[in-house]
């Protein structure tokens, strides 16, 4: 059972101090992210969603707690050690605008499989693959200038997936969105996670997207309070 769990949080505890002041972020997370989940963390501003994707990303470090990624304890690596296991096992999702501007759609597909030191016509294919998936082929040799906010952020997805990452960590994908545009990126990434199995776990504010997903978690105040699964 434990060989499914893609990342595991114990006891996380994240304190920002700046000058005089301190705020508890996240009181003590655990969670487990299973291979092939599809996960919201839903709450409301400031409750600590970004701090928990960003450590459990290896991002950041926890002030106590550990992050496990496919059993691998972050707080051991090496910086050069985690930079890799980022780039290899972990695909990210920002909010808007992380695309690289003077990259054509499909060369900032390509990109992190060209980091990875994955052959030029394997890279092609994979990321023209995902790119048909999302339906956004026909923009490949576009520059994101020039795709809508809702087209922008299936690039990123492309991006986070062609990999095939251990795990997907998106950060309010659809914070730019309209709630038609939301919708249809949540489906789109729904579907991945059933064509190709592709684990995600991502965090709203929307709740008119948590009808969408297998999973939800509820964050207030730097803890989880509830937990449910649904069809
Ligand atoms: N870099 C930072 N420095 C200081 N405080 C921060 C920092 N990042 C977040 N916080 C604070 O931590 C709390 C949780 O923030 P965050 O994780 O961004 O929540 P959410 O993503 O749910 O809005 C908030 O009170 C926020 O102001
Ligand atoms: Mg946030």
């Known amino acids: ?17 700046t000058d005089a002041v301190e705020t508890l972020a996240l009181r003590g997370v655990d ?24 450590l459990l990303g290896g991002l950041d470090r926890p002030t106590s707690g550990e992050v496990f990624l496919e059993g691998k304890a972050l707080s051991k690596l090496h910086p050069e050690e985690l930079a890799r ?31 990875r030191g994955v052959p030029a016509r394997e890279r092609e294919r994979r990321a023209r693959e995902v790119l048909a998936e999302l339906g956004i082929e026909k923009y490949a040799q576009q520059f994101p200038h020039r795709l809508s906010g809702g087209e922008q952020q299936r690039v990123a997805v492309a991006r986070a997936v062609v990999g095939d990452p251990a795990v997907v960590l998106a950060d309010e994908p659809t914070a730019s969105l309209d ?17 190709r199995g592709t684990t995600f776990f991502f965090a709203t504010h929307d709740a008119r997207l948590l009808d969408r997903v297998k999973r939800l978690l509820i964050l207030e105040d730097g803890r989880i309070v509830s937990e449910r699964v649904q069809a």
Do not use: C, W
């Open 85 to 115: 296991l980022r780039l290899e096992r972990i695909g990210f999702v920002f909010q808007a605008h992380n695309l690289i501007p003077v990259l054509t759609v499909l060369e900032n597909v390509t990109f992190a499989l060209e980091l």
């Open 31 to 54: 969670l487990s992210i299973h291979k092939g989940e599809f996960t919201a963390v839903a709450g409301p501003s400031g409750s600590g969603k970004s701090t928990l994707l960003h």
């Open 179 to 195: 709630g038609e545009n939301s919708r249809a990126l949540i489906d789109l990434m729904r579907r991945l996670n059933e064509t």
């Open 1 to 17: 059972m434990s060989s499914d769990v893609v990342i595991r949080a114990e006891g996380l505890v994240k304190i920002y101090r």
